[in-house]
């Protein structure tokens, strides 16, 4: 993970929270967490913290994930020495992740260029100016494309993080460490950023007209046909209602939301039993085989019969 000067401290913290500590009870995952300073040596992140340690940018050029977080100030030229890092890390095969305005620094070191990108909605605007060959989508948490990562703002970053976990150990470890932090198990990349609407006095899903029994009632009913009107039975509200609480609430559709949900419980079929996929399909509420794999796929970027054989967990 690389430092700059002025970094913002919680940007730095994620990636050694979820990367770097060891919890009991869970499984050691593999990870070699260093924070890495430039050449001239540590440098004062907000809040008066200082990373003192021995390894520089120069290590990130051989390391097999590389993750930039937030920068001081977008309008500042990213540091040369980080860029080319980056750059070198990249084309020796590392994937590389960026946090929130991070993604400036992997802008500036071209392995942006012709790919959909995101940070933090209020840097668009600066973002499409400096770098007008990037596809930005300010609207989504989160975009993987494997070897390239980048991430909204502040707790998207943990999103982002987990996602890799879930890529490199399964979502079934990404949801026990999901648990562990008392995060959300999983959001996927394509859940809105922000809602533009006033703040309630309570939590959206506490009061009247919130979602949470619905959402808890629509995960325990994955493999029923569930519909629009299905759903708004279920919450005594009208089709129309239903749906602007959904974008309001959420920031995707009933039906997204949905099909995101019965994946990732597909994941965690093919990680944890040995059920054939034909049945994982029908207990995961995607009909099929075919439709399983053509869902599956777009969102995890694998067929289930490949993820099954990267991810069976022990005894399977």
């Known amino acids: 993970m690389a430092v700059t000067e002025g970094a913002p401290i919680f940007e730095l913290s994620i990636p050694i929270e979820i990367f770097g500590r060891l919890r009991p009870g869970m499984p050691e995952l593999g990870y070699d967490v260093r924070v890495c300073n430039p050449v001239s040596g540590p440098v004062l992140s907000s809040g008066g913290f200082v990373a003192h340690n021995a390894d520089t940018y120069d290590l990130l050029a051989h390391a097999d994930t590389v993750i930039v977080p937030a920068v001081r100030n977008v309008a500042e030229e990213p ?37 959909r990108a995101t940070t933090h909605w209020l840097y668009a605007e600066e973002f499409n100016r400096r770098f007008p060959q ?23 970053g943990i999103d982002l993080c987990l996602a890799m976990v879930a890529a490199d150990h399964g979502a079934d470890v990404a949801n026990t460490l999901a648990r562990r932090l008392v995060a959300p198990a999983h959001r996927s ?3 809105a ?17 919130g979602l ?14 569930l519909t629009v009107a299905d759903l708004a039975r279920q919450a005594n509200v009208a089709e129309r209602t239903l749906i602007r609480r959904f974008h309001t609430a959420v920031g995707t559709t009933p039906g997204k939301w949905l099909t995101a949900q019965r994946v990732l419980h597909a994941k ?8 054939p996929v034909e049945r994982v399909a029908r207990q995961a509420g995607l009909g099929g085989a075919a439709n399983l794999r053509h869902h599956f796929t777009e969102a995890v970027g694998v067929a289930p019969s490949d993820y099954r054989r990267t991810f069976r967990a022990p005894g399977y």
Not at 80 to 93: F, K, T
Request: aromatic content about 4%; proline content about 7%.
């Open 79 to 115: 540091p040369a020495d980080l860029v080319a890092a980056v750059r070198e890390a990249h084309a020796r095969g590392a994937r590389v992740a960026s946090l929130c305005s991070g993604a400036f620094v992997l802008a500036a070191a071209g392995l942006l260029d012709g790919r």
């Open 134 to 156: 990037v596809e930005l989508d300010p609207a989504v948490l989160y975009i993987d494309h494997g070897d390239v990562l980048t991430s909204a703002g502040t707790t998207a």
């Open 189 to 191: 990349g394509g859940q």
């Open 193 to 209: 950023q922000y809602v533009d609407t006033p703040m309630r006095a309570a939590p959206v899903e506490s009061g009247p007209e």
């Open 212 to 225: 949470g029994p619905l959402l808890d009632w629509m995960r325990t009913n994955l493999a029923e046909p």
């Open 268 to 275: 965690r079929l093919l990680e944890t039993t040995d059920l």
